[in-house]
Nanobody, 114 residues
Framework: VQLQASGGGLVQAGGSLRLSCAYSGRTFRYSAFGWYRQGPGKQRDVVGGISSGGSTDYADSVKGRFTISRDNAKNTMYLQMNSLKPEDTAVYYC?????????WGKGTLVTVSS
């Protein structure tokens, strides 16, 4: 199992970015995924997740601004981030747990300038 997050960059406050998480493996459509982030000097926190059926949940800090989606045909999960704030600055990681093992993608850096 390999995950690769991409799409990070520098954006002004109020702007938008879409992150992608590409999954290599055979069980994408049956798996639940999560997005996490780690800001400077902070611990890694959950942003939200999506079930195999497409149900989503989010951390309170991003509700109404971030949307997680998935494309089973492309083995890819997305994180649409709108109304970005400087406090959203972090390295963003995607995650999948399979057979009790957590797999993490290499993170992608999002920097939001004020």
């Amino acid at each position: 199992v390999q995950l690769q997050a991409s799409g990070g960059g520098l954006v002004q406050a109020g702007g938008s970015l879409r992150l992608s998480c590409a999954y290599s493996g055979r069980t994408f459509r049956y798996s639940a995924f999560g997005w996490y982030r780690q800001g400077p000097g902070k611990q890694r926190d959950v942003v939200g997740g999506i079930s195999s059926g497409g149900s989503t949940d989010y951390a309170d800090s991003v509700k109404g601004r971030f949307t997680i989606s998935r494309d089973n045909a492309k083995n890819t999960m997305y994180l649409q981030m709108n109304s970005l704030k400087p406090e959203d600055t972090a390295v963003y990681y995607c995650n999948v747990r399979q057979n009790g093992i957590d797999y993490w993608g290499k993170g992608t850096l999002v920097t939001v300038s004020s």
